[in-house]
């Protein structure tokens, strides 16, 4: 813990940027699930992360990176660990006609809004991608069969030694619901992303609707949830996996699969972390006894 309480104090006396102590994951996560944390550390320039990321390497500070958090489940027991929020490394910058940086702190929605109201096309879907963008690399994001990997041509991330490296595409190697940002260390910082101009205008703002429209009648939204909790398959849906497991409407304790979209874990209000992990591993357990069926949780689970 001292190593921490000399973080907070570097960060303090240098001007670094935000430090928040009186956080947990319950008010991190969109879950509203897991335990207090040892402070939030939110830098307000990449100039700020350079330098409390160094000091985080060389003194051994316990770090976790969070864009939204609205893919994680986390325990409810403390952690002795700094969370490193982004949400101000968010700037969109034209580089050429139909090149954009994007910082990874911007959210998915906000950026789609922003290409759309110019008349770029192709990043529509993230409007309804929840998190930020540096969170959707992470995990490839997607949704309507497109995802972040159709639109990446670079990546710029600091390794665990403090550098900063770009990744190409092909280096990042995105499979669906995967990156090599979930095999190495390190914060992605930025990404550059290749996109098409609209035949018409107005068109890219007429599909984040009929996107937004489809999604509110399908998904569960004004619920406590952290998106689809199982992967799909090629030819399959989650969701159909778990509907013919009987689960859809099932509850235990304050866990519920939604009655809406069976592939959607929500929290009713009083779920715990063990909670909400007994049943993803009771339908796991179920879908490989009863149906041979290996289910795969997407989120990030914090124990």
Known sequence: MNNINNFINYVKDNYLGGIFTNYSFKDLTTLKIGGHIACLYC????????????????????????????NILA?????????????????????????????SGIPSSKLAFELAKEGFTKSEFLSVVPGTIGGAIYMNAGAYNNSISDIVEEVTYLTKDGKLVSLTKE?????????????IKGIIISATLKLEKA???????EKIATFKKEKKNTQPLNVLSAGSTFKNFPNL????IVDKLGYRGYISNGAMVSKNHANYIVNTGTATYQDILNLVNKIKEDALSKLNINLECEWVILN
């Open 171 to 183: 280096e990042i190697d995105f499979k669906y619901r995967y990156s090599v940002f979930q095999e």
């Open 75 to 103: 325990n409810d027991n403390d952690f002795e660990i700094v969370v490193i929020c982004l949400k101000h490394l968010n700037k969109l910058t034209q580089i050429s006609k139909d090149k954009f940086i994007v910082g």
């Open 199 to 205: 035949f018409i205008k107005e068109m890219p703002l």
């Open 43 to 70: 830098p307000y320039t990449l100039d700020d992360l350079y330098i409390t990321y160094k000091y985080i390497i060389e003194n051994k500070v316990p770090y976790f990176v969070i864009g939204n958090g609205s």
């Open 237 to 240: 849906k989650a969701w159909e």
